[in-house]
């Protein structure tokens, strides 16, 4: 069953952290890239953060940039986002999701979807 697990959410005080994982499993994800998306309550769904699951290169919104980390551990086949500095805007359902196109930040790009993880910032 190919399927994508996000797990890490949880509750968190501005000005902290939390790392988001992934786990990738039913097909091999080598020639994918990585997204994480997000959606807050009566929002569109936004792009955050992709990477190549091969490359070093990311790619990330500008509301992340310099805060949000990317990454991927081949071994385990997760990806992971390590969120520092949240912020009560930060609050949403993350999504992590799979596609072809490299450094797509278009949420039609990608194909496959978890199910998601609450993150909330207090302030």
């Known amino acids: 069953q190919v399927q994508l697990v996000e797990s890490g959410g949880g509750l968190v005080q501005a000005g902290g952290s939390l790392r988001l994982s992934c786990a990738a499993s039913?097909?091999?994800?080598?020639?994918?890239?990585m997204g994480w998306f997000r959606q807050a309550p009566g929002k569109e769904r936004e792009f955050v953060a992709a990477?190549?699951?091969?490359?070093?290169?990311?790619k990330y919104s500008d509301s992340v940039k310099g805060r949000f980390t990317i990454s991927n551990n081949n071994a385990r086949n997760t990806v992971y986002l390590q969120m520092n500095s949240l912020k009560p805007e930060d609050t949403a359902v993350y999504y992590c999701a799979a596609g072809r196109r490299p450094a797509a930040d278009d949420k039609d790009e990608y194909d496959l979807w978890g199910r998601g993880t609450q993150v909330t910032v207090s302030s």
């Open positions: 039913g097909r091999t994800f080598s020639t994918y890239v």
């Open positions: 990477k190549s699951w091969s490359s070093i290169t990311a």
